[in-house]
């Protein structure tokens, strides 16, 4: 079932979400600086590629606050945003309910991105 949901979900924007995060990944990844940053954005595009079966434990300290701040303002917003609006145009149809969900979950980790980890859950 997982499959199927993935499937379907990259047909309903998840590649779209997947290509926001690989693009904010590439920019980042310009400056020696933001490498770090842009290789935790390559590692959360896999949420936005396949999210049914997956979770996000956020296990920050503060350091990982410190990058969120800086993130949020840089890149968080945009993604967020643009998660948010299609979860909502999602969610107006009983169909699209559960993918709606879990471009809200994406929209929350693409605020604080750092100090996450995804997991797989049974």
Not at 37 to 45: E, H, I, R, T, Y
Not at 50 to 68: H, M, R, T
Not at 95 to 108: E, H, R, S, W
Request: charged share 10%; aromatic share 12%.
């Amino acid at each position: 079932m997982k499959f199927l949901g993935n499937l379907i979900w990259i047909i309903c924007g998840g590649l779209i979400s997947a290509i926001g995060w690989w693009l904010a990944g590439v920019l980042w990844c310009i400056t020696i600086i933001g490498i770090p940053v842009g290789l935790q954005c390559f590692k959360l595009s896999s949420i936005s590629l396949n999210p049914f079966g997956k979770d996000v434990v956020n296990e920050g300290g503060a350091v990982s606050c410190l990058l969120n701040i800086i993130w949020f303002f840089v890149s968080g917003l945009e993604l967020a945003i643009g998660n948010a609006i299609i979860g909502i145009l999602l969610c107006i149809t009983i169909i699209g309910f559960p993918f709606g969900k879990q471009f809200f979950k994406i929209a929350k980790l693409a605020i604080a991105p750092f100090g996450a980890r995804v997991v797989k859950v049974d």
